[in-house]
C-alpha cells in the first residue's frame, strides 16, 4: 500500500501562486509514475500533470503547460505541483495519485493509491 498526502491548497487570486505538495509513505518503491489530477463541481476528475520517479520525463494537460510545474524530491518521497498564473478557471480540488506501472499516465485508471485531496480556489 503507498499512502498519499496531499497539502498547500487554498484562497488565492487571479494570476497568483500556489505550491502544491504530496508526500507519498508506505510501499513507494512499488509505485512508477505519480500525477495530479483536479475535480471542479459538477466536472469528471481530470489529469493535470505527471511524473516518473526515476528519469525526467514529465506530462502535462494543455490547459496548464506554461503555467504549472511538477517536480519530485526522491530522497524525501514528494511530488510538488507549482502553479503560477492561476485563473477561475483552475478552482477545483486537487488530487495526488500513484501508479504502479505509469502507463495511460493521462487516465484516472492506470492510478492505483489516491490522496483525499486538497482545495485550491481561484478568485477573479
Known amino acids: 500500500q503507498v499512502q498519499l498526502v496531499e497539502s498547500g491548497g487554498g484562497l488565492v487570486p487571479a494570476g497568483g501562486s500556489l505550491r502544491l505538495s504530496c508526500v507519498a509513505s508506505?510501499?513507494?518503491?512499488?509505485?512508477?509514475?505519480m500525477g495530479w489530477f483536479r475535480q471542479a463541481p459538477g466536472k469528471e476528475r481530470e489529469f493535470v500533470a505527471g511524473?516518473?520517479?526515476?528519469?525526467?520525463?514529465?506530462n502535462y494537460a494543455n490547459s496548464v503547460k506554461g503555467r504549472f510545474t511538477i517536480s519530485r524530491d526522491n530522497a524525501k518521497n514528494t511530488v510538488d505541483l507549482q502553479m503560477n498564473s492561476l485563473k477561475p478557471e483552475d478552482t477545483a480540488v486537487y488530487y495526488c495519485?500513484?501508479?504502479?506501472?505509469?502507463?495511460?499516465?493521462?487516465?484516472?485508471?492506470?492510478?492505483?493509491?489516491w490522496g483525499q485531496g486538497t482545495q485550491v480556489t481561484v478568485s477573479s
Open positions: 511524473i516518473r520517479w526515476s528519469g525526467s520525463a514529465r
Open positions: 508506505g510501499r513507494t518503491f512499488s509505485s512508477d509514475y
Open positions: 495519485a500513484a501508479s504502479k506501472y505509469g502507463g495511460g499516465v493521462d487516465r484516472m485508471g492506470s492510478y492505483d493509491y
